[in-house]
């Protein structure tokens, strides 16, 4: 049932190729988190394969294994800042300021995806959609403060009511000064976002005296995502 096992299948049937791979995941980020992770190992497994295999497939085919895979399997083979329309597969490379930092606090409890969807509220008909435009400008011009403003996560509703603690949790990253905060993907992990790295490893500190079995873990952003501390 692991999507890197069906990643992998897959190809082999795709390419013909008898496949005779050992597989072993080494997870750096929580499991069950609504971080994508299986998406990404499953993404990982189909670029570790075309590198070994001389990259057999067009990337067009590569692509199309992928989508069949998760809506969100083809962002990884190519993790820059992107839109995503469609069903998220519609991908368009965006450019992205230097100086974001987002931390990372993971409550340690799984939540069902299908859960989160099958659950969706809707939003008061009064409350503004997100101009995904400002947005943009916002990652483009490093105006960090603003893009706070506009952050949104249609799935938080529910899941604010379903699990109070993860409002708890967010008030908590705000008091420790993250810009904004909010529940990423279909939860129950939080992102808060940060304008400089000594801030960001500051709110990470507090989180963890704080909460010892959660996890907590800032991020620079750039034009790809590097890992600046999680431990």
């Avoid at 999507?3 to 997870?27: F, H, M, Q, R, S």
């Avoid at 704080?210 to 873990?217: D, S, T």
């Amino acid at each position: 049932d692991n999507l890197c096992y069906k990643a992998a299948e897959a190809y082999a049937k795709k390419t013909g190729i008898v496949p005779a791979w050992n597989i072993d995941i080494e997870k750096n980020i929580p499991i069950a988190a609504g971080m994508g992770g299986g998406s990404s190992d499953a993404a990982a497994v189909l670029l570790l394969l075309q590198k070994q295999h001389n990259n057999i497939l067009p990337e067009s085919q590569l692509y199309s294994i992928a989508l069949k895979l998760g809506a969100d399997v083809p962002y990884f083979l190519n993790p820059v800042p992107a839109t995503g329309k469609g069903i998220g597969e519609r991908l368009t490379p965006i450019s992205m300021a230097s100086g974001l930092y987002i931390i990372i606090l993971a409550p340690q409890f799984p939540v069902s995806a299908a859960w989160a969807y099958k659950n969706y509220t809707q939003a008061c008909p009064t409350d503004k959609k997100t101009d995904v435009e400002k947005l943009l400008d916002c990652i483009k011009t490093g105006d960090w403060k603003k893009l706070g403003t506009l952050m949104h996560n249609d799935l938080a509703l529910a899941l604010y009511k379903k699990f109070p603690a993860l409002n708890i949790f967010r008030e908590n990253l705000l008091e420790a000064g993250a810009i904004n905060a909010e529940i990423t993907g279909s939860g129950p992990t939080l992102y808060g976002i940060v304008d400089n790295k000594q801030k960001a490893e500051e709110i990470v500190n507090i989180i963890k005296n704080e909460y010892n079995e959660a996890v907590a873990c800032s991020y620079s952003c750039c034009k790809k995502f590097r890992n600046i501390d999680c431990r």
